[in-house]
């Protein structure tokens, strides 16, 4: 998977999607993060601002998650014993809905804080 702005060739990011972690559009609309295993115990975390938002981004990464776990299936529906595979529409959905709350979290650590608020011990 690359990310590249829409008028250049450069490359911002780049990744096999194998390797994606978390990924998710933050509290402001505008805002995209997915964190990629780079190595064993080392993550990185990219972000960026879309515009006009991060939708469409979001659903390319998405479409290629999916893809790839579909080729998962196909791959282990090939294999001639195991348990069934859950249904593809549940995992998917189970997993977009953690991913989502992970990166709303990592997002969230990134605002700053309000004086006076009470922070966490």
């Known amino acids: 998977m690359s990310v590249t702005p829409l008028q250049a060739e450069e490359v911002l990011a780049e990744c096999r ?5 978390f990924m998710g559009v933050g509290r402001d609309v505008h805002s995209f993060a997915f964190i990629m295993a780079a ?6 975390c990219h972000m960026f601002w879309c ?7 979001s659903e ?3 479409a ?3 893809l790839r ?3 998962c299936l196909d791959g282990r529906s090939a294999a001639p014993s195991g348990p069934p595979a859950p249904p ?3 995992v998917a959905r ?6 989502k709350k992970g990166v709303q979290s990592l997002l969230g650590s990134f605002k700053p804080k309000r004086p006076g608020a009470p922070s966490p011990e």
């Open 60 to 62: 390319a990464v998405q």
């Open 39 to 44: 190595a064993s115990d080392h993550f990185q």
């Open 94 to 99: 189970r997993v977009g809905s953690s991913v």
């Open 88 to 90: 593809a529409d549940s």
């Open 69 to 71: 776990y579909q080729k």
């Open 64 to 66: 290629a998650c999916m």
């Open 51 to 57: 515009e006009p938002n991060a939708a469409s981004l």
């Open 17 to 21: 999607v194998r390797f994606l972690s």
